[in-house]
């Protein structure tokens, strides 16, 4: 049975999503998320049973736990938002918004963990929000829409 075709502009290029779209992976974050509670409900309850343990070593248990819990949450922070007036690339733990007119290209080649924003001030932005880790098929798919977005977006923009 064959995939059907994607929905494609006159000029051959992907018809890109409506916006405005977030673009995160959904399954690693499911993972990091649910960690998150286990650790944290294991290091409580171990903290609790365990009947040779005084109070600051519970709080201590308890304080770890949240420890990692919350660099377990930050991990799954990552997204990307695309908006008619931009995107918002939010990594671990940083925020930058950019103009559509910023991004020049959106790249994921093979083995890459994530996908790159060339922007037109010479650098490269990592976009920790697609990511093809777990979901690779997903990721491409996200690194294609945005593509289309921001080739889409400049057109309009540049004339």
Known sequence: MSKPAEPSQPSGAPVPPAL????????????????????????????MILPSLNPGERVSFVFTGALLAGVLVLLARPKVVAEE???????????RRLAWAEILRV?????????????????????LGIQPGIAKQQAIGDARALRALAEARSAREGG
């Open 20 to 47: 405005p779209v977030t673009f995160r992976p959904g399954r690693t974050r499911a993972v990091l998320l649910t960690a998150a509670v286990a650790i944290f409900a294991v290091l409580v309850v171990i903290a």
């Open 85 to 95: 007036s931009g995107v918002t690339v939010v990594n671990i733990a940083t925020r």
């Open 107 to 127: 790249n994921l080649r093979p083995g890459d963990p994530w996908v790159f924003l060339d922007l037109s001030d010479g650098t490269s932005l990592p976009a």
